[in-house]
């Protein structure tokens, strides 16, 4: 497995498995499969309702607890500092652990970015208290990270993101790395469930990528995580097979050519397919994260 390093020296698993809309009845099941077959790098959030599931896991895994890196995230409607810290004891309560490796904002919240930035002090005080290795965030644009980096006296470590092939954010993924901010790809393959313009089922079946990955007999799903790794990114498929999970690891023993690359990023629609980030409000996506 690749490392990428983060800007205060903690390393992550190129690849990692994501738990996000996966039931907390399979979680624990995708996520023992997952670490028998490799990852290191388990990516859940408060707001998935899996942190448990994700917990037992690893602690009945044979996996040395110190080789596994944990990531979760704080939802909005636990934003402000002292809520933040909450946070914290309720996810780390729940994943049955006093320290998470990689704590971050799962959003910005446009309407109240003063309770973003007092949630970001709060991941500081995680930081130098030592129960999180690292802090960063999660769907901010570029104008949400200038005025973080205005305020914050830690640069975020990663920024998650969704990108593919088909919707790429160079901007924000530009303005990261001049400053030092891994980039994590959620929705790396695109989604079965990403519907293009041009009127093809998903993104797996684009000719483009088909082309790509039967030239190295490989899966348009494993083309599309390299395309990312290639880039330098760290990716988070997300699956509840255990022969995709493992599908999604077998993508360190190929290359794709800088012609292959290209085309790839020639594949841009310019559509998201998560929620606009300035549509998030507490009123639209507030929940209530329950206690441990």
Do not use: C
Not at 52 to 58: K, Y
Not at 129 to 147: P, Y
Not at 200 to 220: C, F, N, Q, R, Y
């Amino acid at each position: 497995m690749d490392t990428i390093t983060v800007n205060n020296g903690v390393q992550l698993p190129a690849l990692g498995l994501g738990v996000f809309q996966t039931p907390p009845d399979e979680t624990r099941a995708a996520v023992t499969s997952a670490l028998d077959q490799g990852y290191r790098h388990i990516d859940t959030a408060a707001a998935y309702g899996n942190e448990r599931e994700v917990g037992e896991a690893i602690a009945a895994s044979d996996v040395d607890r110190a080789d596994i890196v944990i990531e979760s995230k704080v939802w909005i409607s636990d934003y402000g500092h002292d809520e933040t810290l909450h946070a914290f004891e309720k996810s780390a309560g729940k994943l049955g652990v006093d320290q998470i490796d990689l704590f971050i904002l799962h959003q910005a919240l446009p309407s109240d970015f003063e309770r973003t930035l007092e949630a970001y002090r709060a991941l500081e005080t995680l930081l130098e208290q030592g129960k999180v290795r690292a802090i960063g965030v999660s769907n901010f644009m570029v104008d949400h990270l200038t005025t973080l980096l205005d305020r914050a006296n830690v640069v975020p470590a990663v920024n998650q993101l969704e990108i593919h092939p088909f919707f790429q954010q160079a901007e924000v993924l530009a303005f990261g790395e001049e400053r030092g901010i891994v980039s994590q790809a959620w929705s790396p393959i695109g989604g079965i469930t990403f519907y293009r313009d041009s009127g093809h089922a998903s993104a797996l079946e684009d000719p483009t990528i088909v082309g790509v990955a039967e030239e190295h007999g490989k899966s348009p799903a494993q083309v599309m995580l390299r395309w990312g790794l290639q880039h330098g990114r760290q990716v988070i498929p997300k699956s509840t097979k255990p022969h995709r999970i493992g599908e999604n690891l077998d993508v360190f023993d190929f290359e794709l050519t800088a012609d292959e690359v290209a085309a790839l990023d020639g594949l841009e629609t310019g559509r998201r397919g998560g929620p606009e980030p300035e549509q998030v409000t507490l009123e639209a996506f507030g929940k209530e994260i329950p206690e441990a």
